[in-house]
């Protein structure tokens, strides 16, 4: 399977701590994203890296890639309610068509308690 | 406008009957996709459409028609389907060229319920 596997599959924390979730894939890629998907509702695209890069920060999230080890991993500082969701790694390699191509992991489901 | 618009958000549709899904974007994405998400499951590729050809087809039945008219909007023609396809479908666009560089953008999805 192209896909990645997040690590926990559920992760309850309190407001104010970090979250940690992380990724492992099984093929080279070309980059990889996380995603946020609130109940029921679309994806949203929080932050990508590429495979030439080890670590990259947006606001609140950290995320960082050892490809040696096929792994990533995404950080949350500070952590609020809003956070609460399911939290997707989705790494993007070439297919054989020629396209690039996004396949998602199972998720950790994240909920961060008042 | 930095959005995939999707239509009709919710849809019940009969095993006899013919529907289709809407997608909608214009940030000039020239990759568009269609995902399926069962509850409490990840998104499943279905299609993928690169410069309005078709790319990648995931061994999806042939109940399942894309269509992708122009840059702007995809389709997804749905005929005799089964209860077990009751699922959220999510469009979504990227730019094809960069791998993705930018991310997907994904729309709000159309909640499929097949009777």
């Known amino acids: 399977s192209q896909q990645g596997e997040e690590d926990p599959q559920a992760l309850s924390i309190q407001e104010g701590e970090n979250a940690t979730m992380n990724c492992s894939y099984k093929t080279s890629i070309n980059n990889l994203q996380w995603y946020r998907q609130n109940s029921g509702r679309g994806l949203v695209h929080l932050i990508l890296?590429?495979?030439?890069?080890r670590e990259k920060h947006s606001g609140r999230l950290r995320v960082t890639l050892d490809t040696s080890k096929k792994s990533s991993s995404l950080l949350i500082t500070a952590s609020r309610a809003a956070d609460t969701a399911s939290y997707f790694c989705?790494?993007?390699?070439?297919?054989?068509?020629?396209?690039?191509?996004?396949?998602f992991g199972k998720g950790t489901k994240l909920s961060v308690i008042p | 406008d930095t959005e995939v618009t999707q239509t009709p958000k919710h849809l019940v549709m009969g095993m006899t009957n013919k529907k289709s899904l809407k997608c909608e974007q214009h940030m000039g994405h020239r990759a568009m996709y269609w995902y399926k998400q069962k509850a409490k499951k990840p998104p499943e590729l279905m299609f993928v459409y690169s410069y309005e050809k078709l790319s990648i087809n995931e061994s999806v039945p042939s109940r399942f028609s894309p269509e992708c008219p122009n840059s702007s909007l995809l389709n997804l023609h749905l005929h005799a389907l089964q209860p077990e396809d009751s699922a959220l479908y999510l469009c979504?666009?990227?730019?094809?060229?960069?791998?993705?560089?930018?991310?997907?953008?994904f729309g709000s999805g159309t909640r499929l319920t097949v009777v």
């Open positions: 989705a790494p993007s390699y070439l297919s054989g068509a020629g396209s690039y191509q996004l396949t």
């Open positions: 890296i590429r495979s030439n890069e």
């Open positions: 979504a666009s990227s730019y094809p060229a960069t791998g993705g560089a930018g991310g997907y953008t």
